[in-house]
């Protein structure tokens, strides 16, 4: 293996092209601003690097980075990727991850608007992340011990599991398909409009107007906090422990809670609607 280290470089595509080679204890920063340091580049290990400059790492295949940082100014960092492996790095800047196949990121702390957009089999593990639109149209996600801060997450993702999380955010999962989340916390409004074959198994939903228009959507042994208005046009199959605010309109299906504060069945319920709905006081 080449080594490239203690050094610091600023100018346009300064590793261009590089193959199996460690970079160690390097700097991409300086007055030249150039960018697309590591382009184009295959089974390169990055140790203890800071990236400052834009696009470092467009279609680099193979290779792990760890112990590295890449602050705001590093923009749309990696794109085009495959086979790489993020561990213990810091992820600032907009765009991180976009258009990558078999990235796996660990024990990061992430801070990226639009991050993760139009990915394939993607895992991430115990990290931390604070986004807008993260993980649009991801395909074939696996996420375990994520702690997440965003807005519109997940949207029309597809194949993707859930585990040991928690997710405060906002629209999530709209018009998301096959998405299984286990053991997980999600707080935020609207949550999962038009899904498609949710399952949230042991869950805790806290928001307003969550689970509505969905297909196929099962909730198994789960709790939901502060929902009102909830399942309405929504084909469900739901378990649920404790209290639900309100239900309103469901389309089919069965819902069994421990209590419902309210049930609304009005002149806007389909016509065709029949969903069970039981009550254990």
Known sequence: MNIIQNRTMDEE???????????????????????????ECGNINIKNCRFLLRYPLWHLNGGSMENSLMTETCRAAMWYDKNFVIE??????????????????????????????????????????????????????????????????????????????VLDTKDAFWHSKNVTVTDSIIKGEYLAWYSENLHLIRCKI????????????????????????????SDVKASIKGTVESVK?????????????????????????????????
């Not at 993760?116 to 993980?135: A, D, H, Q, T």
């Not at 297909?215 to 909830?230: P, R, T």
């Open 249 to 281: 309109n469901p389309l089919s299906g069965y819902i069994h809670a421990g209590r419902i504060g309210k049930i609304i069945i009005d002149e806007h319920c389909a016509k065709n609607a029949g969903c069970e709905i039981k009550t254990l006081k």
């Open 13 to 39: 595509r300064a590793l261009y092209g590089l193959h199996n080679a460690d970079v160690v204890n390097c700097e991409f920063s300086g007055p030249l601003d150039g960018e697309s340091a590591l382009k």
């Open 206 to 233: 806290i928001g307003t107007q969550p689970l509505c228009y969905a297909k196929g959507l099962v909730m198994e042994d789960c709790e939901m906090q502060d929902c009102d208005l909830a399942f309405e046009y």
């Open 88 to 165: 213990s790095t810091e992820i600032n800047g907009i765009k991180a991850v976009r258009e990558c196949d078999d990235v796996t990121i660990k024990d990061c702390k992430i801070n990226s608007e639009e991050f993760g957009w139009f990915c394939r089999r993607m895992k991430i593990e115990n990290c931390g992340l604070v986004s807008v639109y993260p993980f649009l149209q991801c395909r074939n996600l696996e996420i375990i011990g994520l702690k997440m801060q965003g807005k519109y997450s997940f949207q029309y993702a597809e194949n993707v599991t859930i585990k040991n999380s």
